[in-house]
């Protein structure tokens, strides 16, 4: 066997592998054998089928199989051996004119087209900065969070005019063109927010309504076209609410208001515990620093996203775009041309992080281990269940289902791909200048993406 590499250009090579009998015949007839042991035929006592009665029925079918995993070991073994940074897998290169007799003689060439990684250098140091932000928390977004906090240990009423922040239990029936009810149109009793009304002309119509009163309602309007919301108030699917264009009656069925729970010490206690909050002062201080450590992670997302846009601007090379555009058709069956075409930039820019990743990971001897792997997969199992649930799992509970998630191999990959970014974020901050700057959360919001 011979496997010969002919470069041409430093991101595209052939590979040529030719074999002779002498290379493939010794497995072939080690299958035969094997399977003249397990076979059962007819006229023939189990385990006594003559090789040379398989090799006559099946000999040309277990010699392409063979070649082929012969194939597929010598290229993997080259590839690692060699040390080559392929991208995708090598490309059969077909040759019409070639034909192979697979009569157990036969020298066989075959060539495979090959993508390789490109060589390039990370020219990233103290020269280049980026901007910490610390997050504050303005008026506007604390007097939100106290808001929603007292009401969500308030108590509900039913006065009788609704006013701002209320929600109407309502009854929604479509309107035909001439404004009577339509016959056999969507209709559903829905609970509507008049916080999450978008348009304040719609909003205004909402307040100082009684129960029993009938309003004609732009729903499409109140929601500013969210097909999502619409779709959810009236119980129908996305596709139809974003085609919608039907007024609703709407008659209030009952006006429900979530008065805001007074700040007294029994509020504070049901929130931090017996005596750890006792003055508004000190409540205040409490939620704002529970709004501030929620803005770190809001921080701390726009300087990964911008690391991301300083290295993907600086360190520049180039793909074997046109093999890979051949690999991702050959080897995803469900992908058209005009998919690749429209998504081609994006995998190519995912790809370029990658081999950027890598590379850091490999020249600064970054370890990713898996305890790592296994407490930040934790971590994420945690978040989760805590979002359905404000009583959280106990840690031996924690740590089985983590053990659980992590046996598939999908979710370990994930969590192993998702570690690497960080720690190579990480290693980032500890070479670029990060530049602190005190902003509001309401300029923070203002930035440009």
């Not at 699917?237 to 008065?259: H, P």
């Not at 058709?329 to 190519?348: G, H, W």
């Amino acid at each position: 066997m011979n496997i010969t590499q002919e470069k041409i250009d430093n991101l595209n090579s052939i590979l040529t592998i030719t074999l002779q009998p002498e290379d493939y015949n010794p497995r072939v007839e080690k299958t035969i054998k094997d399977q003249a042991k397990k076979a059962k035929i007819a006229g023939f006592r189990p385990g006594m089928v003559p090789p040379s009665h398989i090799k006559r029925m099946y000999g040309k079918s277990i010699l392409v199989e063979e070649v082929n995993s012969l194939l597929n070991d010598s290229l993997t073994n080259y590839i690692s051996e060699n040390n080559i940074d392929v991208l995708g897998q090598p490309l059969p290169k077909i040759d019409r004119e070639k034909e192979f007799n697979w009569d157990f003689t036969d020298n066989f060439e075959f060539n495979y087209e090959m993508g390789v990684a490109p060589e390039f250098t990370i020219d990233i140091s103290s020269k280049d900065k980026a901007t910490e932000y610390v997050i504050k928390a303005d008026e506007a977004t604390l007097a939100e969070r106290i808001k929603n906090i007292r009401r969500g240990y308030g108590k509900m009423t039913n006065p009788d005019v609704s006013a701002d922040d209320d929600v109407l239990y309502s009854e929604l029936k479509q309107l035909s063109a001439d404004g009577s009810v339509f016959e056999d149109g969507i209709s559903n009793t829905a609970s509507i927010r008049l916080d999450q009304i978008k348009n304040e002309e719609v909003k205004a119509s909402l307040i100082g309504l009684k129960k029993d009163d009938v309003i004609t309602f732009d729903i499409q309007k109140a929601f500013d076209n969210d097909a999502a919301k619409v779709a959810a108030l009236l119980k129908i699917e996305e596709d139809e609410a974003a085609d919608l264009k039907s007024d609703f009656q709407l008659t209030v069925k009952n006006v429900n208001r979530l008065e805001e729970s007074d700040l007294n010490q029994e509020f504070f206690d049901k929130l931090f515990g017996e005596g750890t909050v006792t003055t508004e002062e000190e409540f205040r201080a409490k939620i704002t620093e529970e709004v501030e450590g929620m803005m770190v992670q809001d921080s701390d997302r726009r300087l990964q996203n911008d690391l991301y846009n300083l290295v993907m601007d600086k360190v520049n090379f180039e793909l074997p775009d046109e093999f890979l555009k051949r690999w991702l058709l050959a080897t995803n069956d469900k992908l058209t041309q005009e998919d690749l075409d429209k998504d081609y930039d994006n995998f190519a820019k995912n790809l370029k992080w990658t081999l950027i990743e890598n590379k850091i990971v490999k020249d600064n001897e970054i370890e990713i281990k898996y305890d790592e792997v296994f407490a930040l997969a934790k971590q994420r199992l945690d978040a989760q269940f805590r979002m359905y649930s404000p009583q959280p799992l106990s840690d031996e509970q924690l740590g089985q289902y983590t053990v659980q998630y992590l046996q598939n191999k999908e979710n370990g990959n994930k969590i192993f791909e998702e570690l690497k970014a960080l720690k190579t974020l990480d290693y980032l901050k500890t070479v670029v200048t990060l530049d602190k700057k005190e902003i509001s959360s309401e300029e923070f919001a203002k930035l440009p993406a």
